[in-house]
């Protein structure tokens, strides 16, 4: 298993960080990494997601909900072709360090019959996307925190 872990200090609270995070219609806008979700975010369903990997043809996923947890927790898990050939279990986690700063960890875990060479292959552009993200919800998510505070 391969893993990618991310984690950028935002400062704005939990609840709104989640409340951009959730809000998928508005990904186009903001987000430069997954730039499409599709789905409503219940355990046990599927969403349509795109994600376009800078410099890197964008690709399409319908990974299944593993994890919805208000405020705390949204995961999803996903796979290349087939199961067991390349998967990927894709996680948001929201911590507070106190009422006007969180912590956003996002990262992936990876598995499957070809982690090995694919994981080479897709590592860096995969980090920067994670990172692209992250700076980006970090600047949604503070304009939204910006916006209520006025």
Do not use: C
């Not at 730039?35 to 399409?60: A, C, H, Q, Y």
């Not at 927790?73 to 072709?81: D, I, M, T, V």
């Amino acid at each position: 298993m391969k893993s990618i872990n991310t984690e950028i200090n935002i400062n704005a609270p939990v609840e709104i960080i989640w409340d951009v995070l959730m809000d998928f219609s508005s990904y186009r806008d903001w987000n430069p990494f997954i730039t499409r979700i599709e789905g409503t975010p219940v355990v046990g369903n599927k969403l349509s997601t795109t994600i376009s990997p800078k410099g890197k043809k964008p690709m399409d996923f319908t990974p299944t909900v593993l994890v919805n947890s208000q405020n705390e927790e949204f995961r999803w898990a996903g796979h290349l072709l087939m199961k067991g050939i390349f998967d990927g279990e894709h996680y948001f986690k929201l911590e507070s360090i106190d009422e006007n700063t969180t912590r956003f960890i996002h990262g992936e875990n990876f598995s499957g019959l070809f982690v090995g060479p694919l994981f080479g292959m897709l590592e860096e552009s995969t980090i920067k996307g994670f990172e692209d993200m992250n700076k980006a919800l970090k600047v949604q998510a503070e304009k939204q925190t910006q916006l209520q505070s006025d």
